[in-house]
T-cell receptor
Framework: ETGVTQSPTHLIKTRGQQVTLRCSSQSGHNTVSWYQQALGQGPQFIFQYYREEENGRGNFPPRFSGLQFPNYSSELNVNALELDDSALYLC??????????????FGEGSRLTVL | AQRVTQPEKLLSVFKGAPVELKCNYSYSGSPELFWYVQYSRQRLQLLLRHISRESIKGFTADLNKGETSFHLKKPFAQEEDSAMYYC????????????FGTGTRLLVSP
């Protein structure tokens, strides 16, 4: 069973640039959630995708967007980067719908630094 | 607004001592509570959830709706328990959104 993998692990961008982060979900999972974890804080919910549709969103501006593909992998896109976007971005997959336990399986994260 | 509070950033105990990591929440509906743990150089993973009422690695947590608490307890700490612990709240919103606390680092010394 393959776990959740994220890429890249680290990246550095400058203000105003755009970034795409990628996530491969665990085998058999159809739901992907993205979280932002700032230094010293707990993870904060960005949004969730279930069967290629966004079905929940946290308190993040529209410049945070995402996609989920037919194989349930996912991308997080952030436009017009700001210094405060510097954080660890966590992807978590789960089995949604009937039969799902709701347990989230996390990747190791992508650490974004915005200069 | 939904909120999870973990008042201690760091909890330092000796091996064999009892451990209690505090978690309080605010949510007007019927919550589902979790404890997630991150060991050194590992990813965040589920430790236990209140619905299952299990003991995992000797840890237990009881949901107290009157005190809106979900404290994590272990009677005898082990060195391998040293990790970052996050309390999280899930609301019945039709999708699973976890609200995390800021975490407590548990350090168990020999």
């Amino acid at each position: 069973e393959t776990g959740v993998t994220q890429s890249p692990t680290h990246l550095i961008k400058t203000r105003g640039q755009q970034v795409t982060l990628r996530c491969s979900s665990q085998s058999g999972h159809n739901t992907v959630s993205w979280y932002q974890q700032a230094l010293g804080q707990g993870p904060q919910f960005i949004f969730q995708y279930y069967r290629e549709e966004e079905n929940g969103r946290g308190n993040f501006p529209p410049r945070f967007s995402g996609l989920q593909f037919p194989n349930y992998s996912s991308e997080l896109n952030v436009n017009a980067l700001e210094l405060d976007d510097s954080a660890l971005y966590l992807c978590a997959s789960s089995l949604g719908g009937a039969g799902g336990t709701g347990e989230l399986f996390f990747g190791e994260g992508s650490r974004l630094t915005v200069l | 607004a939904q909120r999870v509070t973990q008042p201690e950033k760091l909890l330092s105990v000796f091996k064999g001592a009892p451990v209690e990591l505090k978690c309080n929440y605010s949510y007007s509906g019927s919550p589902e509570l979790f404890w997630y743990v991150q060991y050194s150089r590992q990813r965040l993973q589920l430790l236990l959830r209140h619905i299952s009422r299990e003991s995992i690695k000797g840890f237990t947590a009881d949901l107290n709706k009157g005190e809106t608490s979900f404290h994590l307890k272990k009677p005898f700490a082990q060195e391998e328990d040293s990790a970052m612990y996050y309390c999280a709240l899930s609301m019945n919103t039709g999708f699973q959104k976890l609200v995390f606390g800021t975490g407590t680092r548990l350090l168990v010394s020999p």
